[in-house]
């Protein structure tokens, strides 16, 4: 009851963090969908090196904790700016806490006897139910938020590992939720995926001085590029 308790407070405060990046980042006009991904991918790989040296140090942990969920933020925010929708802070708020509510119901399902009897089953089983009922929700759904909803069940299935995993001690239990977080490369590959393959995107690079504008995605497949 502890793990699952200390495991709800990380995982709340990891996706209210996230969620006032995404909210801030709202005042922040990018020119596309592309930047604060890349932002978002460097500031999480940062992060990831970090963590590297911080196996025993709690305040590296706690950086490493802090700095993947305003990777995230980065992360959700190109999804919006790609799909063209915002969320306010009190809707990320609630999908944030449906999310903790998630965790508890899976521990309470832990507690059945086949869960007892097969855990390594159970979280497997449980996973790939959760896999597939994100999936469903970003493809078939239009609404604002589920999309949301389900980019932060990926962060609490990586969750749900640390808190099913056998630790010592409290730090080592925070290390674990701290691994987890990098959980948040998954939700960029997707976001690129979705990117490369949405209908319209529009890619802009600027090297040495040349402007290419890629339009992904666009029904006639035309590529340009402009000096």
Known sequence: MRKVF?????????LTIASIVTYILK??????????LIIGVAILSASGVLA?????????????????????????RSW????????????????????????????ALSRLKFARNHPTLFVIIV?????????LLVVFTKTTYVSTFGYYMIIEIAFLFAMF??????FELFRKVTL???SVFVVA???VIMLLSGEGGDVDFDLSGIDLDFNIGSSNGKKTKKK
């Open 6 to 14: 200390i495991v709800s407070i990380l995982s709340f405060l990891f």
């Open 27 to 36: 005042f922040i006009v990018f020119k596309n969908a592309w930047i604060p």
């Open 80 to 107: 919006y700016a790609f799909r063209k929708f915002d969320n306010g802070l009190g809707v990320l708020t609630l999908v944030s806490l449906c999310c903790v509510l998630y965790l508890w119901i899976v521990f």
């Open 189 to 191: 590959i997707i976001i």
């Open 127 to 135: 996973t790939l139910l959760s896999l597939t009922a994100y999936v």
């Open 180 to 182: 987890s977080t990098y």
């Open 165 to 170: 995993s056998s630790t010592d001690d409290e």
């Open 52 to 76: 590297i040296f911080g196996k025993r140090k709690l305040w590296i942990n706690i950086v490493c904790f802090t700095v993947s969920g305003i990777a995230l933020g980065f992360c959700i």
